[in-house]
RNA sequence: CAGGUCGGUUGGGCGAUCGCGGUCCUGCGUUGUCGGGAUCGAGGAAAGUCCGCACUCCACAGAGCACGGCGUCGGAUAGCACCCGGGGCGGGGAACCCUCCGUGAGGAGCUAACCUGCCGGAUAAAAGGGCCACAGAAACAAACAGCCACCCUCACCCCUGCGCCCCUCUCCCACUGGGAGAGGGGAUGGGGGUGAGGGGUGGUGAUGGUGAAAAGGUGGUGUAAAAGACCACCGGCAUCUGCAGUAAUGUGGAUGGCCAGGUAACCCCCGCCGGGAGCAAGGCCAAGCAGGGACGAAGUCGUCUGCGGACGACGGGAGACUGCUCGUCUUCAUACGUGCUCUCCCACGCGGUGAGAGAGCCAGUCCCGGGUAGGCCGCACCGAGCGGCGCGGCGACGCGCCGCCCAGAGAGAUGAUCGCACAGUGGCGCCAGGUUUCGACGGAACGUCUCAACCAUCAGCGCCACGGACAGAAUGCGGCUUAUAGACUGACCUGAGGA
RNA sequence: GGCGUCGUGGCCAAGUGGUAAGGCAAGGGUCUGCAAAACCCUUAUUCAGGGGUUCGAAUCCCCUCGACGCCU
């Protein structure tokens, strides 16, 4: 997933973890919240709390939910802004199994636009 | 071959596909959170932050105090306390041999390489304080108990002069009796001995026990009793001194006297070092805000009007342009009062009429100007830099030559999938051998051979399955500590070992 | 990234070189018809872990682990 996709800063962070609406899996937390401007491009934030692991699992937690995320993107609404939360158990999860949980995640959340490919 | 120990290197490889970040170059009817190309992209510990630096800011005349750290010798270094090489004291350390214990299986000790802790001063060179629970007489300076001598006192025993008292016998005088002698007993006094209770004076120095720790050890001489008081041997210390070593120190010799604990990772003393903080250090920038400062006024006329005001001209205030004037441009306008605007609420004559409460405004222009958040720099580095080779040194390390420029940061880039081999582990099957030295023969490497030793739950081959540790840079560097599956490799020691 | 503080029964905790206080909780007992309250008794072989100094360490020194706080 390219930096230009990614939510980089502590603002963004804050205002979204504040007033964003959060969907639980076991795996993965997933907060949204709808932009000012409709248009603008969807961006992903991505955080792994010291719950997780030490830094190696934090960065793989982070690595397997930004490749997963990076297949899912052009099927998302624009105008949003999302947050990625990692819990424990997505260390020893692969990568098909994250992007399952983020599928479901999407859809629950219903931000999820099906192509005639997919 | 069996066992033990210490280092060094490495830290998964190759290929395909999808993907991520930095730098440089480049493209454009679309200058973008755009496209294309090249190149680079985690570690030995990046970790812990235990030391030492670089760098930055603050403070600072110099020196000292306080506080903290360090403390054997020599070296290395920009610097360091833990780096390198030595020294001393102590602890650990396999098998065989040896010693001890055990009926025995076995256990303990001794020990090589090696590992590891500590290292100024408690005596002298250089001075003091504190503490040492319980126990013990006592924890460092003497006392108490003990032992010994003497004196006083007491008890017992022995000897005993003169005198005293009592009893018995004999003799004399001669009869309420007296005297003399002998014997026995008693009391007292003196002398001696023994013992003990107590007291006093003096000597003595570790004594049965206590304790972690109590005064060199053993044997003797010696004495009233003892003691290095003296002697022999052993051990330690001090002074002088020979030899080896840069030195710490080691090893001899002579002399001396043995004098008296531990703790300084308790205060302290001596010597040396350290100003404080840390890249969230620190510097710069745009826009604003808080805040601070300077200057600071005046209306008149005309047009329109829904009568609140709006516009224009002249004049005025502040500022900019300019070296100054003129000129041009921007902008403002009146009021601290019974003021104006807005909101709420109440009363009525329902009219924004009156009472009350709250909020705001009473210029404007210009200058200075934060902190946080944001952006840029610091910061991706020509450097105590990295790699290779050579030389010097036991080593830490140093010098010379050649080559290279080598991640970067921001909510934080290295991943995913598949395939192939390769270590490794487990299972099954096959094979019955495998490894090694010496010797002999031939010989250019090397090959062949007999016994011997060791392993055969081995080695070798095939198949299947599993499967590669610890761990992620954030200003940089040196050291230390901690975590770490394995693989490769070098050296040392002990034991067993041939023809 | 840097700087600092603290770890003592199940919980809160005192103790700063010499026998590990106290309170709450838990368990048992007395009392009661049964409870509550009250009273009595019990519960620390690793004072976070490991080394060292010392005769002796929760305490002093070093290293590690864990938790928490701060940076304008």
Do not use: C, W
Not at 3 to 13: G, N, P, Q, V, W
Not at 55 to 67: G, H, I, P, Q, T
């Amino acid at each position: 997933m390219q930096r230009k996709f990614r939510l980089t800063r502590s603002e963004d962070f804050k205002r979204v973890r504040r007033s964003g609406k959060s969907y639980a899996h076991p795996l993965v937390v997933l907060i949204v919240q709808t932009h000012d401007q409709p248009r603008a491009r969807t961006r992903v934030g991505v955080a792994a709390g010291r719950t997780v692991g030490t830094a190696v699992y934090r960065n793989r937690a982070k690595r397997l939910l930004r490749e997963a995320m990076r297949t899912l993107i052009p099927n998302i609404a624009s105008g949003l802004d999302l947050i990625l939360i990692a819990r424990p158990g997505l260390v020893s999860a692969t990568l098909e199994e994250t992007r399952r949980a983020l599928f479901n995640l999407l859809q629950r959340a219903q931000i999820f636009i099906p192509t005639h490919e997919s």
